[in-house]
């Protein structure tokens, strides 16, 4: 009887870890960070204090990330590549409809991290948002609602849903231009999601996501 009990706390536990870091990072990232208090260095510490507490918490599943690595190479090879070349090109088709709007970028992001770099070191941005950031957004927007949410629903609507979240809270102008502006984003999105739930190894949109950001950030800072 005793050890059913505890069979059945496992699963308590690590829904309750779940359901925990998601608020985590729905107040610490995307709540917070719009009060004008909580601009620029508390961001930057929420995003390596969720993106170091993630990794411990979901450790099995970089663990298994990383050993679908060794026994299917080739496979995860082919994958990376066609995630990253394919997400590249999808991005500039829907960067179209932004062009012919002759709309800029709405978002904020790049002048709030171009202010950031006249206070901060670069490596300590690329830590925080280069590196911890797409380890935190991989862990929500995939892990969880992909990974973890299709246990129970349709896989392909949790691919859906998860790339529309991960636009819609980039969205910083409810307007035409401001969702033209985002729709790379859903390609983005669309893209890790769909190789992660193919290939169930979540490194993969990992690995693109940290280089996509660090090579942006390190471009920003002038380097």
Not at 117 to 124: G, L, N, Q
Not at 129 to 152: A, D, F, H, M
Request: aromatic content about 14%.
């Amino acid at each position: 009887m005793f050890e059913i009990q505890e069979k059945n706390k496992i699963p308590m536990i690590s829904n309750l870890a779940i359901i925990g870091y998601a608020i985590m990072y729905l107040v610490f990232i995307l709540i917070l960070p719009r009060l004008d208090i909580f601009k620029g260095f508390p961001q930057l510490i929420f995003y390596i204090v969720l993106g170091t507490v993630g990794f411990l918490v979901f450790w099995t599943d970089f663990t298994k990330g990383i050993n679908l690595w060794k026994t299917h190479f080739i496979n995860n090879s082919i994958w990376l590549a066609a995630t990253l070349f394919g997400g590249i090109l999808f991005q500039q088709i829907a960067a179209i409809p932004a062009y012919l709007l002759g709309t800029e970028d709405l978002g904020g992001n790049t002048e709030a991290i171009l202010e950031l770099t006249k206070i901060f070191p670069i490596p300590f941005i690329v830590l925080a948002l280069g590196i911890l950031g797409p380890i935190t957004e991989e862990i929500i927007y995939r892990i969880i609602l992909i990974g973890k949410v299709s246990q129970k629903v349709s896989g392909i609507l949790c691919v859906i849903l998860s790339s529309l979240i991960f636009m819609l809270i980039h969205v910083q102008a409810f307007s035409a231009e401001g969702f033209a502006n985002v729709l790379p984003i859903f390609t983005t999105g669309l893209s890790y999601a769909i190789a992660y739930y193919k290939t169930k190894n979540i490194t993969i949109p990992i690995i693109i996501h940290v280089l996509s950001n660090s090579i942006s950030l390190a471009f920003m800072g002038g380097l």
